[in-house]
């Protein structure tokens, strides 16, 4: 089955640098994977998704890029404030076309 | 903005007992999910429901676990004999089109406590 790697250690960085996340996966590659912001004891919040004949998607300060060759997707967000501090998830099709699998996520903390 | 709405926002529950955790998706959905997520783990996902029936479940999801949409806007989870194990933050979510545009909205979850 489909296996999603995050790195699950805290990623501190200051604010106004860019973060970097990075999620790699096993097997074939998705139709289409996504990312998602959680907070503690709150439900994931969807931000990006991006396919797998697309290499890079934008949103404000967000950019998920798509590489199928390293079956990997990276994560930014740019001149980073405090707020961002929260943990981001990936998440994929995996199997059937309505079963997603999310990965454990990487905690973000923005340093003031 | 739509949202997913459940309720209660806590349950606690005698192991042994049964539950119904409840959902109200956005209403012009067509595709609902259920996850959970134990503490310190990441989220799983339990079932989908489309068209008046399941389209896909897990192996987390055996004959103790069973969904239904008893109306046009409710969507809920009942778990029949839970088990301490069964605790753990429960999560609707629903989606206009599969997920497959603007992925899924997630509720802000149940959290059940088995004692």
């Known amino acids: 089955s489909q296996k999603l790697e995050q790195n699950s250690e805290a990623l501190n960085i200051q604010e106004g640098k860019t973060a970097t996340l990075t999620c790699n996966y096993t097997?074939?590659?998705?139709?289409?994977l996504q990312w998602y912001r959680q907070d503690p004891g709150r439900g994931p919040v969807f931000l990006l998704l991006?396919?797998?004949?697309?290499k890079e998607k934008r949103k404000e300060r967000l950019k998920v890029t798509f590489d199928t060759t390293l079956k990997q997707s990276l994560f930014h967000i740019t001149a980073s404030q405090p707020a961002d501090s929260a943990t981001y998830l990936c998440a994929l099709n995996s199997g059937g076309y309505q079963k997603v699998t999310f990965g454990i996520g990487t905690k973000l903390q923005v340093i003031p | 903005e739509p949202e997913v709405t459940q309720t209660p926002s806590h349950q606690v529950t005698q192991m042994g007992q049964e539950v119904i955790l409840r959902c109200v998706p956005i209403?012009?959905?067509?595709?609902f999910y259920w996850y959970r997520q134990i503490l310190g783990q990441k989220v799983e996902f339990l079932v989908s429901f489309y068209n008046n029936e399941i389209s896909e479940k897990s192996e987390i999801f055996d004959d103790q676990f069973s969904v239904e949409r008893p109306d046009g806007s409710n969507f809920t989870l009942k778990i029949r004999s839970t088990k301490l194990e069964d605790s753990a933050m429960y999560f609707c979510?629903?989606?206009?089109?599969?997920?497959?545009?603007?992925?899924?909205?997630f509720g802000s979850g149940t959290r059940l406590t088995v004692v």
């Open positions: 097997n074939y590659s998705p139709a289409y």
């Open positions: 979510a629903s989606s206009e089109n599969g997920g497959e545009v603007a992925g899924y909205t």
């Open positions: 209403s012009n959905h067509l595709y």
């Open positions: 991006i396919r797998e004949n697309e």
